[in-house]
Nanobody, 120 residues
């Protein structure tokens, strides 16, 4: 069965950094775009970053450009989100998705989510 398992979430201070990981199994990872979406309190789930199968191009929300970096390792079937200069508004549950390079409707598989809380 398809599994996407996120890890790396937690509590971090504003201005800090955190790296999220997503381990994929049960589907042809190397042919899928992979994505990170997030859902903050009282907000809709939104695209954070996405990456094509070969690792390029990438797609980022304007709010995270220059601060977050998405990467993938097709041999390990892993996708990562490096988050820097974190802000309180980055607080959300972060979900790993298979597909969804441009829009949420194209996400075919979802992980369970991992909580990121940015607070002093």
């Amino acid at each position: 069965q398809v599994q996407l398992v996120e890890s790396g979430g937690g509590l971090v201070q504003p201005g800090g950094s955190l790296t999220l990981s997503c381990a994929a199994s049960g589907f042809m990872f190397r042919v899928y775009s992979m994505s990170w979406y997030r859902q903050g309190p009282g907000k809709e789930r939104e695209l954070v970053a996405a990456i094509r199968p070969a690792g390029a191009p990438t797609n980022y929300a304007d709010s995270v450009k220059g601060r977050f970096t998405i990467s993938r390792d097709n041999d390990k079937k892993m996708v990562y989100l490096w988050m820097n200069s974190l802000r309180a508004e980055d607080t959300a549950v972060y979900f790993c998705g298979a597909g969804g390079f441009m829009e949420i409707a194209n996400v075919e598989h979802w992980g369970q989510g991992t909580q990121v809380t940015v607070s002093s």
